[in-house]
């Protein structure tokens, strides 16, 4: 019985199941009580029948008891149905409707098992046989309705046969006991048929399932491809075998001026007077793959453009090419800006690389033959690691250096027909034709070039007595791809580039699609962060942080984004992006100027000291200081008041300018805490030569505090505190059983839901009034 409900217990469990498992469970439950009046009738029948048979041979008080008891039972099941259906898919799901069914079974197999404990009588061997047989019936009915769930026809089978069958077992008689091992052979027989058609069952319902999303799916892909289609900014145009116009979006009706009537159905091999048009067409449907380029002159308006188009032939299973696909290209505004650079330098005045403009002449010329022969190359985009902070501390003269050397080391690599360039800052990009062999060989062989390219760029740079190392992250793709240009293959490559810093920088990534989804989507975010800082998006709000009294000691500055569209957004996300795109020192200033006017609306006496986060770039800014103690003096507020908080980052690559701003700060009268104390660099070393006030416990090991690891870490850091006569503050204290740990060790400080959460300026000054006001009435 424990093991059936074990296995019951593990297929009702949703904890971890994947959806198609979650549909599969709710079938299988639904199917059992949608089944459910079936057996129950059959079963009030088949009682009814066995009492009529046995009325003459068992007491009738005991029949009708019996009957009464099991009528209960099926009543009891069919309302446990209706109860059941009534439910929302959502509630059917739960695990107790499938352990309420089981119990039913299980009760309304033990009615009938009781009937063959009681009705049981060698003396009477036809009245036997009915018994036997209705219980065989039953049995063998359950088969076929509870096997949906295995488990729930044992849970019938096993207490409806095994009473009779031991009854005759116990006689000892040749013939009771062949009986016995009949209905023994019958029980297991019933057990593995409804096991295997518990399997069937289980089975087709994933089919279905499976089925049914497969064509979700497939909906969904045609949805998404018409969706790419019509928002394409490239006029994409279908035609048949016979050169006419299937399908076209809505750019390509902007691009050339017509209406979709006048687009859709028109024979372009016979209806265009345009003959390069209708050769490029040709070579699509004959070829695979046509081109034109030039002035066209629209029929509908008959206006002249610029237009660029491919022409790529669509093949069916066979091979054999059953129309075209079109991608037209309106570039009026591409020539004009060709025309306005035409003399502008080709190449980077700094390193003497090719710009950007003729990387993409080369790159095109490239991918074109390429498209012809059937070669295949690759496009390379690198960017030096860390690149800003390196040309923020040590200066603009250094940082061109360095880019001037890692252009020679990339030159050096170069074969002929190459080509390397800058685009802009640390952005370079290596053009390699001529890949030989499959697209396998050319993957890998590019991968061995980016290889190449790392190691190369990777090794110390001795510039100005300085040895400094820095790595590139590189992404590349392959070429040709569809008719994507040049300028699509850069994007790519640059998808793929940032999708190797996201992985952790000095790493080397090829381009999927999938990629560019979210890269569209980090840009838009940036953009809208940048607007964030104009138009007032931004909020701090504050986390008070109290005593082992519970008394506000101070508060921590928590910056918030309100996205006018999204609502708030979570500071993991758009922290992170405003460090890569430089825009966290901005935010950083703005916090400092809110945190300052909070400091002047409240009194000393009320929030002594609030804590603010500063980055690690904001605070290697050469200017950082001065800034502060600028901001300071035009709020007119005690330095005493602030306090900031850095993690260890800022430690690791400049330890001696670090620590030179902290004494800087301190001879202010600005506090210093290490934020996240435990996470990161986590020197014993340096704590000793730091001014610090304040240590914070990070809230990942305060969560965790039950685990023995977790609790000796925080008595560690508290003791370390401790020694070096440092405050200490616990982040994240949610239950009173983390608090209680903390009391116990010795914490003083504390943060987090448990007292408080963040709150905006309103939000703190009230709670500080009411503080205030319960001081005054406790004396």
């Given at each position: 019985m424990s093991a059936f409900l074990r296995r019951l217990e593990a297929i009702a469990e949703s904890d971890g199941m994947s959806k198609q498992q979650r549909i599969v469970r709710r079938e299988q439950i639904r199917m059992l009580y949608d089944g459910l009046w079936q057996p129950v009738l059959a079963s009030l029948i088949g009682a009814l029948l066995l009492v009529m048979a046995l009325w003459s041979v068992i007491g009738h008080s005991v029949l009708l008891a019996w009957l009464a008891a099991h009528s209960v039972i099926s009543l009891l099941r069919l309302w446990l149905a209706i109860r059941f259906h009534r439910q929302t898919p959502t509630e059917q799901v739960r695990r107790c409707w499938l352990g309420w069914f089981a119990l039913g079974a299980f009760a309304g197999g033990l009615a009938w098992g009781i009937a063959g404990l009681l009705f049981f009588s060698m003396e009477h061997y036809e009245y036997q046989a009915a018994l036997a047989i209705i219980l065989a019936g039953m049995g063998a009915g359950a088969v076929t309705t509870l096997s949906s769930v295995w488990g729930v026809a044992a849970l019938f089978l096993i207490p409806t046969i095994a009473p009779l069958m031991i009854q005759y077992a116990l006689v000892s008689s040749p013939v009771a006991l062949f009986i016995a091992?009949?209905?023994?052979?019958?029980?297991?027989?019933?057990?593995?048929?409804?096991?295997?058609?518990?399997?069937?069952?289980?089975?087709?319902?994933?089919?279905?399932?499976?089925?049914?999303?497969?064509?979700?799916?497939?909906?969904?892909?045609?949805?998404?491809?018409?969706?790419?289609?019509?928002?394409?900014?490239?006029?994409?145009?279908?035609?048949d075998h016979n050169g006419v116009v299937v399908e076209c979006n809505d750019k390509l009706l902007e691009i050339m001026g017509a209406p979709r009537e006048k687009m859709v159905g028109l024979d372009i091999l016979r209806e265009l007077p345009d003959e390069r048009v209708k050769q490029a067409v040709g070579h699509a449907l004959s070829e695979g793959f046509g081109y034109y380029e030039g002035d066209y002159v629209s029929m509908n308006s008959g206006k002249t453009m610029p237009l660029r188009a491919f022409f790529n032939g669509v093949r069916n299973a066979d091979g054999d090419i059953v129309g075209g696909v079109t991608v037209i290209e309106d570039f009026t505004e591409r020539k004009q800006a060709e025309a306005t650079i035409h003399y502008q330098a080709y190449y980077d005045p700094l390193t003497d690389l090719p710009n950007r403009r003729l990387l993409l002449d080369r790159l095109s010329q490239t991918l074109s033959q390429s498209r012809r022969d059937g070669g295949l190359g690759a496009v390379l985009f690198l960017d030096l690691d860390r690149f800003k902070s390196v040309n923020d501390s040590l200066g603009h003269a250094l940082g061109d250096r360095l880019l001037c050397d890692a252009a020679k080391r990339l030159t050096s690599l170069l074969r002929g027909g190459d080509i390397a360039a800058r685009l802009s800052g640390d952005e370079f990009?290596?053009?390699?034709?001529?890949?030989?062999?499959?697209?396998?060989?050319?993957?890998?062989?590019?991968?061995?070039?980016?290889?190449?390219?790392?190691?190369?760029?990777?090794?110390?740079?001795?510039?100005?007595?300085?040895?400094?190392?820095?790595?590139?992250?590189?992404?590349?793709?392959?070429?040709?791809?569809?008719?994507?240009?040049?300028?699509?293959?850069l994007k790519h490559a640059d998808t793929a580039m940032y999708q190797a810093k996201a992985a952790g920088r000095a790493r080397i990534c090829g381009y999927l699609p999938s990629m560019q989804a979210e890269v569209e989507r980090r840009v838009a975010?940036?953009?809208?962060?940048?607007?964030?800082?104009?138009?007032?998006?931004?909020?701090?709000?504050?986390?008070?942080?109290?005593?082992?009294?519970?008394?506000?000691?101070?508060?921590?500055?928590?910056?918030?984004?309100?996205?006018?569209?999204?609502?708030?957004?979570?500071?993991?996300?758009?922290?992170?992006?405003?460090?890569?795109s430089g825009l966290i020192v901005e935010l950083d200033e703005w916090v400092l100027d809110e945190a300052c006017r909070c400091l002047q609306q409240i009194d000393a006496r009320d929030l002594p000291r609030l804590s603010i986060n500063i980055s690690p770039r904001h605070f290697n800014q050469p200017d950082f200081v001065s800034h502060v103690e600028a901001l300071i003096h035009k709020a007119g507020i005690a330095p005493e008041r602030l306090l900031f908080e850095v993690t260890e980052g800022v430690l690791i690559d400049h330890l001696l300018e670090a620590v030179a701003i902290m004494h800087a700060l301190k001879r202010v009268g600005v506090g210093i805490a290490i934020d996240d104390f435990g996470t990161g660099y986590s020197s014993l070393s340096y704590l000793k030569r730091l001014p610090l006030d304040e240590l914070k416990i990070d809230r990942s090991f305060v969560q965790d505090i039950v685990d023995p690891n977790d609790a000796a870490i925080v008595q560690t850091i508290i003791a370390i505190s401790r020694h070096l006569k440092l405050d200490i503050v616990a982040e994240g204290v949610e239950t009173a059983e983390q608090l209680a740990f903390l009391h116990a060790n010795d914490c003083t400080r504390f943060q987090g839901y448990w007292f408080y959460r963040p709150m905006p300026l309103e939000g703190l000054t009230e709670a500080l009034s009411v503080q205030r006001s319960a001081s005054r009435e406790s004396r």
């Open positions: 091992a009949t209905m023994a052979l019958f029980l297991a027989l019933t057990l593995v048929v409804s096991r295997r058609l518990s399997l069937i069952i289980e089975d087709n319902i994933r089919l279905r399932v499976e089925v049914t999303e497969r064509e979700a799916s497939q909906r969904e892909s045609e949805n998404r491809y018409r969706t790419i289609f019509q928002s394409s900014p490239l006029g994409l145009l279908h035609f990009v290596v053009m390699v034709a001529d890949l030989q062999g499959s697209r396998e060989q050319a993957e890998h062989a590019a991968r061995t070039v980016a290889v190449r390219i790392m190691d190369a760029l990777s090794a110390p740079y001795v510039l100005s007595g300085r040895t400094l190392k820095v790595t590139p992250s590189i992404g590349y793709v392959l070429f040709p791809r569809a008719e994507e240009t040049a300028v699509d293959l975010l940036e953009q809208d962060l940048r607007r964030a800082l104009e138009q007032d998006q931004l909020l701090l709000f504050y986390q008070p942080q109290v005593d082992a009294s519970g008394a506000i000691v101070g508060a921590e500055a928590l910056l918030r984004w309100e996205h006018p569209q999204h609502g708030m957004i979570s500071p993991e996300e758009f922290i992170p992006l405003a460090e890569e």
